[in-house]
């Protein structure tokens, strides 16, 4: 009898059903709160950084615009096409990125100062078009242009500018939106953005730290509830073990292998890994398509002789300048200076070919210190905008800058539609490039008369 009884002693599965219920809707209760709470601190942070990356886009915008309209007016004076002088105007009036940039951050929380770097750039952008008129009426009165906006109507020319030949006011006009005050305006506009971009940057900064620290404070709540609900995922080992711990183990191995991973386990995993096989086989693709170590050099980042030899599979010939640059004197640098110095004098002539040709352009090493310019949509009439660029390259290498003593580029230049195929436009390029180094080095010389 006294067994009995002592066998009917102890905690009841109900009791212990009943006790879980409880402390599980108490834990509930607590942890709702502290989510709620967490998630009310994890959107401010969410807004904040949203609005700030929508205020720097803002202010990008305008420079993207005022970069886009630079390209289609110097298109345009250099081609005379007129689909570039509609896209122009396009932007400038029909898509006014500008304005519309400068309209959302003064309707945004941007700092006065930011609203004001900014307007002080849009202020410079709208100036230089001033300039961008006058040459596209110069272009507009060199070839005869009957139909063209109405603005362009009331821009008058100067008397010693329409007594100028077509060819000599196209060459006017391209120096115009290619010349060194017209980048030392868009120089000022980029600085009027840097300064905006900081401004804004300081005050997203502030405003993060602020609300970072409030959401530490609720994370902390959150981590001492997770301490009491650690008691109750034992219960649930089992079930996580077979739905969830072996199927990410079993991927582990798989992507170590750079292989898919198998779509098992619970739903949401069977979705993950449905979803990275998606992106495995994506990745798989670009890096079969695209690979960046491959076709760049390394020391100056502009294509290698792979890059440039997959580059020539698909030039157009008829509309296609190659510049072969060679640096003068090189080996004299390697040798008086050092190597590094050397590597430095290579990396800084990548560099300002880079400044000095469109993103269109590509720039490429094919040797020490080789290179190669192709100059992409380029007819033979900007031969004079060819020019001008290798004589502001030589200027500007004239000038030493740290360690790197002054030096030049000698350049020989040949154009697609004088040449029979690719390698016969190198060969003219190299041909002239040796005439350009027996005739004393530090200047160009063209295959055939321009």
């Not at 967490?38 to 803002?58: C, N």
């Not at 077979?242 to 170590?256: E, S, Y």
């Not at 269109?360 to 192709?374: H, K, P, S, T």
Request: one cysteine or more; hydrophobic letters at 40%; charged letters at 30%.
């Amino acid at each position: 009898m006294s067994k009995k009884r002592k066998d009917h002693k102890g905690v009841s599965l109900r009791t212990v059903n009943t006790v879980i219920i409880v402390v599980a809707v108490i834990i509930s209760s607590i942890v709702f709160y502290a989510t709620f709470r967490l998630s009310d601190s994890f959107r401010h942070v969410t807004e904040t950084s949203a609005e700030h990356i929508e205020l720097r886009k803002a202010a990008v915008e305008l420079m993207d615009a005022s970069d886009f309209l630079t390209e289609k007016v110097q298109r345009f004076s250099v081609t005379g096409d007129t689909h570039f002088l509609y896209d122009y105007f396009e932007e400038a009036f029909t898509a006014n990125h500008r304005e519309e940039a400068l309209t959302r951050m003064s309707a945004g929380t941007a700092s006065e100062e930011a609203v004001n770097e900014l307007k002080a750039a849009m202020d410079e952008s709208l100036d230089l078009m001033n300039t961008e008129y006058y040459a596209m009426k110069l272009v507009i009165e060199a070839i005869g242009i009957r139909e063209y906006p109405d603005i362009l109507k009331s821009i008058e020319l100067k008397a010693e500018h329409k007594a100028l030949s077509s060819e000599e006011k196209m060459g006017l006009a391209s120096f115009m939106v290619h010349d060194d005050e017209y980048y030392r305006q868009k120089n000022l506009i980029r600085k009027n953005m840097k300064s905006s971009l900081d401004e804004l940057e300081k005050m997203a900064y502030d405003e993060d730290a602020a609300s970072l620290q409030n959401l530490s404070q609720d994370l902390e709540g959150v981590r001492v509830i997770i301490l009491i609900q650690t008691i109750g995922i034992i219960v649930m080992v089992v079930l996580t073990t077979t739905l969830g711990i072996h199927p990410v183990l079993n991927a582990v191995d798989r992507i170590k292998e750079d292989s898919p991973i198998p779509e098992g386990g619970a739903v949401e995993f069977r979705y993950l890994a449905k979803a990275y096989n998606k992106m495995y086989e994506a990745y798989k693709k670009s890096l079969a398509k695209l690979n960046f170590k491959a076709s760049h050099d390394e020391l100056t980042g502009v294509y290698n002789r792979a890059g440039y030899d997959l580059l020539l599979s698909s030039v157009d010939l008829n509309n296609t300048f190659m510049l072969l640059f060679d640096v003068d004197d090189f080996k004299e640098i390697n040798d008086t200076k050092g190597h590094p110095v050397g590597d430095e004098a290579i990396r800084r002539v990548a560099h300002v070919l880079k400044e000095h040709f469109r993103s269109d352009d590509y720039v490429c090493r094919i040797g020490g210190d080789e290179f190669v310019v192709l100059m992409n949509h380029a007819p033979k009439r900007v031969s004079s905008l060819i020019i001008h660029k290798v004589k502001q390259i030589n200027k500007e290498l004239s000038e030493p800058k740290g360690e790197v003593p002054a030096y030049s580029v000698s350049v020989g230049i040949a154009h697609g539609s004088d040449a029979t195929d690719v390698n016969n436009l190198f060969a003219r390029c190299d041909n002239a490039l040796y005439e350009s180094k027996t005739r004393g080095k530090h200047t160009y010389t063209f295959a055939d008369p321009v």
